[in-house]
């Protein structure tokens, strides 16, 4: 019975010893290009997993509306508790372009179509990840 008990606390210990991430007991590992460019493969987790989601924007949250020549933007912040989940769902009326500014700036275009409806969404590389640090609303 003992030689049991000790078998399956040496299996525990093993199993929870593993990490399939290396950099998180290695908190002085540098980021590679590589990681900092794979912005392609943030943003699929990031429209699919919620929890990701809200891990990886900026709060308080900066959202600017664009006015016209007179009155000018109008700039507001949201919390964390406010936050809704965006799905950047696609179909035929809902068109997003992606352009990558620099290796750490990327902002991502919502358009619908034939409404006059634009406007972005800003994403930036920041301590180790992407973060969705602002929304700009510039529809006409």
Not at 72 to 101: A, C, E, P
Not at 118 to 127: D, E, P, V
């Amino acid at each position: 019975m003992k030689k049991l008990i000790l078998f399956l606390l040496v299996i525990i210990a093993l199993f929870t010893g593993c990490s399939d991430n290396p950099t998180k007991h290695n908190p002085a590992k540098k980021t590679t290009i590589s990681e900092i460019s794979d912005f392609d493969t943030f943003f699929k987790k990031f429209k699919t997993d919620s929890v990701y989601q809200v891990s990886h924007v900026k709060f308080p949250f900066s959202i600017t509306i664009g006015g016209d020549d007179e009155d000018g933007d109008s700039v507001s912040y949201i919390g964390k508790s406010k936050w809704h989940n965006i799905t950047f769902k696609k179909d035929k009326n809902n068109i997003y372009k992606q352009s990558q500014l620099s290796k750490t700036e990327v902002p991502i275009q919502h358009m619908v179509e034939d409404t006059g409806i634009s406007s972005f969404f800003n994403f930036l590389y920041r301590n180790g990840k992407w973060q969705l640090v602002s929304f700009k609303d510039q529809s006409d």
